[in-house]
């Protein structure tokens, strides 16, 4: 009896699932389509084809389904940028470069979807849940990316002048900004020769030391 419920059981799960994500891409539509302003839960729900309470058993509410759905995207597209940031195998002039060009490539394939983005961005700044997951994310990607300034600093690779937090800051003001122009002007550089650029000024702010592969592990100062 108990081996004919286990399939029912998966099935009740991957419905769950199928619901759960059928929500999250319903609220990235309706932000793209009527912005953050005018879309409603009702609406969310219906473009689902998801019942309304489904949005509180899922996610506890409106603005918790938001964050996770444009937020949680944002993250997924910034976590792996980090993590090759973090990645040792290459060398340190490599991988920062690499990481800035990385996140702006990532955006202009997802273009469509940077008016959503910077709408989230831009509602960071509001109170409640939604604006709390934002914030969160941005703090994480600055204290992330400082860390790496303050080691790559620390180890004599990048110049002495490099400030690791108003540098961080400065970085991911320079991919907010890049992403808000590729939405102004469309027509203009496409984003992955503005990340060639600045990937140019950060490489220009490494000493020779960063060229050289695997320096994450420093030698013994004994």
């Not at 199928?18 to 793209?32: F, G, I, N």
């Not at 469509?112 to 709390?132: R, T």
């Not at 002048?161 to 122009?181: K, N, R, Y």
Request: glycine share 8%; charged share 20%; aromatic share 4%.
């Amino acid at each position: 009896m108990n081996e004919r419920r286990k399939p029912q059981r998966r099935s009740a799960q991957d419905a769950q699932s199928d619901t759960r994500a059928a929500l999250l891409r319903a609220a990235r539509s309706c932000v793209a389509e009527h912005g953050l302003a005018g879309t409603t839960s009702r609406m969310i729900a219906t473009t689902a084809g998801a019942n309304l309470a489904s949005i509180t058993y899922y996610f506890g509410g409106k603005d918790e389904l938001m964050g996770a759905a444009l937020f949680g995207e944002l993250s997924a597209r910034v976590e792996p940028v980090l993590d090759l940031l973090e990645d040792g195998e290459q060398s340190a002039a490599t991988r920062l470069a690499y990481a800035v060009q990385r996140l702006l490539v990532d955006f202009e394939a997802a273009r469509g979807d940077l008016p959503v983005f910077l709408h989230a961005l831009m509602e960071s700044a509001a109170p409640g849940a939604f604006g709390q997951q934002g914030r969160r994310l941005l703090a994480s990607l600055q204290e992330r990316l400082a860390a790496v300034l303050a080691d790559l600093n620390g180890r004599g690779l990048i110049a002495s002048w490099v400030d690791p937090d108003p540098m961080a800051a400065l970085i991911i003001a320079t991919a907010q900004g890049a992403a808000l122009h590729a939405h102004l002007h469309p027509d203009g550089p496409p984003l992955a020769d503005l990340a060639a650029q600045l990937s140019m000024l950060l490489l220009s702010a490494a000493t020779p030391t960063a060229f050289q592969p695997h320096n994450v592990a420093s030698a013994d100062p004994a």
